[in-house]
């Protein structure tokens, strides 16, 4: 069983390969319970394995020819439960447009152990926006 450096090792993998149009892998981390919920990037949300499942898929469908690498700014790591604070600095041609554009976002991701395994139970990502001085 992964410990948990392994865990976002894996975890990096499989979002580089979401954003290649391959859910696969980043599906295979998480959890398939009926609590787990997503807040993803393309806006709505979606709770239970049975509605998060295709929303993987379709967001990963959008992606071609796409790159990610992620910034790290917070976790915490418990026994059973644990998060990431990231930004995943993305990029790729969506929905088979021929420009290629950057898609920045800000993502929380929420994990606990099931069954001794590392499963992502929640994922929060919107669109990183420049920041604005106050008046």
């Known amino acids: 069983m992964p410990n948990w450096?392994?865990?976002?090792?894996?975890?990096?993998?499989?979002?580089r390969r979401f954003v290649q149009g391959d859910a696969g892998p980043y599906k295979s981390l998480w959890s398939h319970r009926d609590?787990?919920?997503?807040?993803?990037g393309w806006g709505a949300y979606e709770q239970g394995w049975a509605a998060v499942e295709?929303?993987?898929?379709?967001?990963?469908?959008?992606?071609?020819?796409?790159?990610?690498?992620?910034?790290?700014l917070l976790e915490g790591v418990d026994p059973d439960i644990a998060y990431s604070v990231d930004i995943?600095?993305?990029?790729?041609?969506?929905?088979?447009?021929p420009e290629v554009r950057e898609a920045?976002?800000?993502?929380t991701h929420v994990f606990r152990r099931e069954e001794g395994?590392?499963?992502?139970?929640h994922r929060h990502a919107d669109f990183l926006q420049p920041r604005q001085e106050p008046c």
């Open 5 to 15: 450096d392994e865990f976002t090792e894996q975890l990096l993998d499989a979002l």
């Open 35 to 40: 609590d787990v919920t997503i807040f993803g």
């Open 54 to 72: 295709p929303r993987l898929e379709w967001a990963a469908s959008r992606y071609c020819e796409g790159w990610l690498d992620r910034e790290n």
């Open 88 to 97: 995943e600095r993305s990029g790729g041609r969506f929905d088979n447009a």
């Open 104 to 107: 920045p976002l800000r993502v």
């Open 117 to 121: 395994r590392w499963r992502i139970v």
